[in-house]
Structure formats: structure tokens, C-alpha cells
């Protein structure tokens, strides 16, 4: 049987680290971290979300940079696998809303401390506050690893699992990036992804800490419309996050390095703007004689109130029965329309998940071994492969690491 160095303990690291070892390969593990799971640990707000329990269809549309890719790492090993893996493992798994399968614990500590010890137990050793600095290779082969205290250690095969560049103070600074580079192989251009954004206008600090459930989020670069989603979401001092804005981000990436873009929301997507005029009406007869800034209570969050009243461009102190009719109008336009300039993405310490990576053509999507070095597999976050919150990106990882695990030879 093979030598086999993983580098990287993390998610995808400990599982390829487990199927490996469980076909009798002689596995390290090299983790520059104290310990292993460190990112894993904080993933789903440290409940960690294990994967999603969605039809397989559901999983390949919520990748977001080539699904295609994965068809094999799928089907090899699909979401139903992953859970009954865990749950052999004894972690008692629950799915929640959006089909998300959480531990039933809600301790990602309980998913760390299983696979754990499923390595120990496979005889997979742990090397902990182990940096490698270098991955050899000698006219297309695969040799060995140096690591920071200058140790060369000979291998058969190498799993590179290091992650991507989001969360840095996980250890995620993108070793595995230049590991690549330097073996040969293309790096596309990365972005941080599933991360909160930043907006322009001067109105966006006075809304911090607002929710805003149930709304249609439209994101336009100039006339054309580059995404929509309905759902939650939330202000921030610098702009706006939460769910429809997180999963926003997967696809905004390089849109936004280059450009502003506009964001539309519709606080009241159940009416029409006829309907809602209507309402609009109702509740202006109801306050006739009230001033127009006394007279919203009912139609917004006591945060908002202040900036739609500033945005519509009615006299706060003119009385609601003097509102004109096109006044009227305007105001439910900006209701169903409440816009704001989008001018970029948090920083890799904000975003869950790094977009781009390990170019896959240059990669075999049956095994996730190299095409130019032989005995040399990258899985998870360092390849060029995303998707949106709610587990897709755990099944990436465990897909692709179950792939190298086995195909290690």
C-alpha cells in the first residue's frame, strides 16, 4: 500500500483522510493549526451545516462555478451517503428549513471530534503545527513535501486540502494556491463569496441591525437584471447582508470588481403597485389629518420609516390630505422600488467560501488527480468550484475528497 500525505485537516482533509486510510493506505495529515477542523468548527454559525437534503437536481443548481465538474463527485458519493456516513460515525443528524442537515446537537465540534476519531482509529497519523512550505515534484511525478523547519518527507501521493482564502485566521491564506502555480497548474481569478456587500448611499448607517423578511431582491447592471431572489435580508453599517444577499454574492464576484450595480427592493412583493396604492389610500384616509410623517406607522419597521419619508420627497409636515395623487404614487413606487448603489464585496474575512481556484481542466473528474502531476490530488475549496449557502459546499468538499480518498493508489 501507498504513502499518502494530506495536506490540510479540515473538511475535506479529514475525509480524504478517512477513506484512504480505510483502504489501508499509510496516511499523514500535516495541519499547520493546533488543530484540525478549525474553519469547520465556525461553519453554520458553529452548528455546522453538513450538507443539504435536497433532490441531486437541487444540489448541481445551487453550484455556482462548474457544476458539470462534479457530476462524478456527486453520484460517487451523494448527500444521502454523506449523512449515513455520519450518522455510522454516531453524529444524529436533522434537516431543517431549505433542507439543511445539521448535527442534531448543533455542535460542529460533535463532526470534528467523529472523524477524529475515525482517523485514529484507521491509523492515520496527525501531524499538528505542521506547515508545509513546498510540493515536490520531479518530471511530472509526485515526490514529496518540505515543510517550514526545512524536513523533507517522501510520499507516494499527495492530497492537497488546504482551502481558499476566506476566514485567513483559520489558516486559510491560500497555500494550496501556490502549490498549484507552482506544480504547473492554473489559478483562476478569485473572489471572496457568500459575503455581506457594500453600499454607497449616506442613509445605509442609519438602518444597522434592520431584518427585513419577505422581500424581492432584484440586482440590475444598468437595464439588465443579474439576479433575483426573494427572502430575508439585512443592513449592516456598510451595506447590507443576510440570506438573499449572501447567496447574491456567488454570482456578483467579478461583476462588482469591474462596476457598481444596482440593488431594487420590493418591501411589498405580495401586492401589486395597484393593490398597494389601494392600501397606501386606506391608510391616508384612516390619517387624513395627520402630518404625512405620523401617518406611515403601519407600512414600515420604525427604522426605515425615517428614510422612506426622507426618499419620497413629500414635505414630512404636510398633511396627508393634501398628499396629491402622483405624490401618492411616487411613494408607492419607492416602496416597491427602494434602491440602493452596490459597490462591493467584504473582504476574505467576512466571506464563507473563496470563488475560483484550481483551474478543472486541469483535474481529473473522476479522482481529482492532477493532470499534470501524477500522484498529486487537490479537493474542496482550493478548486475552482462554489456554490450557495445551506450544505452545498460541505458536499463539495466531501464529495471530491471521498473521490481522491479512493482513488489514491
Known amino acids: 500500500m501507498s504513502k499518502v500525505l494530506i495536506i490540510g485537516g479540515g473538511a475535506a482533509g479529514m475525509m480524504a483522510g478517512i477513506f484512504a486510510a480505510g483502504n489501508g493506505h499509510e496516511v499523514h495529515i500535516y495541519e499547520k493549526n493546533e488543530k484540525l477542523g478549525k474553519k469547520l468548527f465556525i461553519t453554520g454559525k458553529g452548528r455546522c451545516n453538513l450538507t443539504n437534503a435536497g433532490e441531486m437536481e437541487t444540489l448541481f443548481s445551487s453550484v455556482r462555478s462548474n457544476p458539470k465538474f462534479l457530476y462524478s463527485g456527486f ?30 446537537s448543533d455542535h460542529s465540534s460533535d463532526v470534528i471530534s467523529a472523524m477524529s476519531r475515525e482517523l485514529k ?5 496527525i501531524h499538528l503545527h505542521a506547515e508545509v512550505k513546498q510540493v515536490l515534484a520531479d518530471e511530472g511525478y509526485f515526490t514529496g513535501i518540505r515543510l ?32 498549484a ?7 483562476t481569478a478569485l473572489y471572496p463569496s457568500l459575503v455581506p456587500m457594500e453600499v454607497k448611499e449616506a442613509f445605509i448607517p442609519a438602518l444597522q441591525g434592520l431584518s427585513l423578511r419577505n422581500v424581492n431582491a432584484v440586482i440590475y447592471d444598468g437595464k439588465k437584471r443579474v439576479y433575483e431572489e426573494f427572502g430575508e435580508m439585512l443592513f449592516t453599517h456598510f451595506g447590507v447582508s443576510g440570506p438573499v444577499i449572501i447567496s447574491a454574492s456567488s454570482v456578483m464576484g467579478k461583476l462588482l470588481g469591474e462596476k457598481k450595480l444596482r440593488l431594487s427592493i420590493d418591501l411589498k412583493p405580495a401586492l401589486s403597485a395597484e393593490q398597494l396604492d389601494q392600501r397606501v389610500l386606506r391608510d391616508f384616509e384612516e390619517n387624513r389629518n395627520k402630518q404625512f410623517k405620523n401617518a406611515v406607522d403601519k407600512l414600515f419597521p420604525a427604522k426605515l420609516k425615517p428614510v422612506m419619508i426622507d426618499r419620497s420627497g413629500i414635505d414630512p409636515e404636510k398633511k ?30 467576512e466571506a464563507i467560501v473563496t470563488k475560483g481556484g484550481v483551474d478543472v481542466r486541469q483535474l481529473d473528474p473522476g479522482t481529482m488527480e492532477s493532470k499534470l502531476v501524477s500522484g498529486l490530488y487537490f479537493i474542496g475549496e482550493v478548486v475552482d468550484l462554489d456554490a450557495l449557502t445551506g450544505g452545498f459546499n460541505l458536499q463539495i468538499a466531501w464529495s471530491t475528497a471521498y473521490l481522491a480518498g479512493n482513488a489514491v493508489r
Open 75 to 104: 453520484y460517487s458519493f451523494t448527500n444521502e451517503q454523506a449523512i449515513e456516513f455520519f450518522e455510522n460515525l454516531g453524529v444524529r443528524t436533522k434537516v431543517e428549513r431549505g433542507n439543511r442537515v445539521f448535527p442534531e
Open 121 to 125: 482509529r484507521l491509523g492515520a497519523l
Open 148 to 179: 517550514a523547519d526545512g524536513k523533507t518527507v517522501s510520499a507516494d501521493a499527495c492530497i492537497i486540502a488546504t482551502g481558499g482564502i476566506s476566514y485567513p485566521s483559520t489558516g486559510s491564506t491560500g497555500d494550496g494556491y501556490r502549490f
Open 181 to 187: 502555480r507552482e506544480a504547473g497548474h492554473k489559478v
Open 320 to 349: 396627508v390630505n393634501e398628499i396629491s395623487r402622483e405624490e401618492r404614487r411616487q411613494f408607492v413606487a419607492l416602496i416597491k422600488d427602494f434602491d440602493m448603489t452596490l459597490t462591493g464585496l467584504r473582504g476574505y474575512n
